[in-house]
């Protein structure tokens, strides 16, 4: 085993935590598509003035969810025999992530422009701290399993 890899517990947890938040996160998009309202109004982004930038639609949502889905599966089966082959979608979910994370330099992530609304508040306490952490957690499963593979 060589020094550069993370040990196979820490590969397990980042495995388990990111399948489980992504997991949760989608299921809360079915929710929404389906429609609930629970939080829905603190997920997205607000003009100042508190209404929402944008509608998704149920459809759109469901989108989103599957794609969560898909992620939180992909941390599953990076734990499987066949993983080497995930390597680059683990890496590329990373990068949505850490992306998500940086931000669009208007509404979302560390380059949003201040603001004073709910969804303001929350992304800067829990949504960008969130996806910086699942980047990380994606980032641990696809580079480990690039050098298990190489």
């Not at 603190?42 to 759109?60: D, E, V, Y």
């Not at 082959?85 to 890496?91: E, G, I, T």
């Amino acid at each position: 085993m060589s020094d550069k890899l993370p040990a196979p517990a820490v590969v397990r947890l980042a495995s388990a935590g990111a399948a489980l938040i992504t997991g949760v996160i989608s299921a809360l998009h079915v929710y929404w598509a389906a429609g609930g309202r629970a939080g829905l109004s603190a997920a997205l982004p607000q003009h100042t003035t508190g209404k929402p930038m944008f509608l998704p639609s149920p459809a759109a949502t469901l989108v989103v969810a599957a794609g969560l889905a898909g992620m939180s599966g992909a941390a599953v089966l990076s734990q499987s025999q066949s993983a080497a082959r995930l390597r680059w979608p683990l890496r590329l979910i990373a990068g949505v992530f850490l992306l998500r994370a940086v931000g669009d330099g208007r509404s979302v992530g560390l380059t949003r422009q201040p603001s004073d609304t709910q969804f303001a508040r929350m992304d800067a306490r829990f949504y960008t701290p969130l996806c910086s952490l699942l980047a990380a957690l994606y980032g641990v499963l696809g580079f480990s399993q690039a050098q298990q593979a190489d």
